[in-house]
T-cell receptor, first 111, second 113 residues
Framework: QKEVEQNSGPLSVPEGAIASLNCTYS??????FFWYRQYSGKSPELIMSIYSNGDKEDGRFTAQLNKASQYVSLLIRDSQPSDSATYLCAVNSDSNYQLIWGAGTKLIIKP | EADIYQTPRYLVIGTGKKITLECSQT?????MYWYQQDPGMELHLIHY???????EKGDLSSESTVSRIRTEHFPLTLESARPSHTSQYLC????????????FGPGTRLTVL
């Protein structure tokens, strides 16, 4: 069974620090990797996509992908209280047009 | 980014009622999905569609049904609502089949009394 694993948290980070979120996946042929942010009671919002090994930066967010080790991470620089949310990792399964979802990591940014 | 709409946003209904949750997208996406999510819990895929007249059940067993008569419309129906159906229902669509980057609607929070 294809799986995506995330630490459920909560991960508590001081305001202004770097928050580091990690995700591992089991399907070696996965090609697309996504980070979604979900505020309590709201729907998931796509914040980062990454498709090749290395780093991808977008503002305060950096996604890192290592296919050999089968992990993808999300770094949030200069963390703000508004970053407090649950972050979902999702991986595209090549066998069909479905995403495999992690259970999410709850991030708390403390002022 | 997809424009995807769900109605109603909130619904409180009695046991035994038939309900339909609406989902529409304006981007012409072929692939659409319904997820169920309880508070603080993970997403579960309950239905998906790869195009008109294509519907499949997802990983989570659900008593709901779906239809896809038009590309932009993917409604979900519960013939007889029960308290166990109380949950948040999220609709999503994807613009690019090779990457499967999914975009979500705002969700419908259903409470069955």
């Amino acid at each position: 069974q294809k799986e995506v694993e995330q630490n459920s948290g909560p991960l508590s980070v001081p305001e202004g620090a770097i928050a580091s979120l990690n995700c591992t996946y089991s399907d070696r042929v996965s090609q697309s990797f996504f980070w979604y942010r979900q505020y309590s009671g709201k729907s998931p919002e796509l914040i980062m996509s990454i498709y090749s090994n290395g780093d991808k930066e977008d503002g305060r967010f950096t996604a890192q992908l290592n296919k050999a080790s089968q992990y993808v991470s999300l770094l949030i620089r200069d963390s703000q209280p508004s970053d407090s949310a649950t972050y979902l990792c999702a991986v595209n399964s090549d066998s069909n047009y479905q995403l495999i979802w992690g259970a999410g990591t709850k991030l708390i940014i403390k002022p | 980014e997809a424009d995807i709409y769900q109605t109603p946003r909130y619904l409180v209904i009695g046991t035994g009622k038939k309900i339909t949750l609406e989902c529409s997208q304006t981007m012409g996406h072929d692939k659409m999905y319904w997820y169920q999510q309880d508070p603080g819990m993970e997403l579960h895929l309950i239905h998906y569609s790869y195009g008109v007249n294509s519907t499949e059940k997802g990983d989570l067993s659900s008593e709901s049904t779906v239809s896809r008569i038009r590309t932009e419309h993917f409604p979900l129906t519960l013939e007889s609502a029960r308290p166990s159906h109380t949950s948040q229902y999220l609709c999503a669509s994807t613009r690019d089949s090779s990457y499967n980057e999914q975009f979500f609607g705002p969700g419908t929070r259903l409470t069955v009394l």
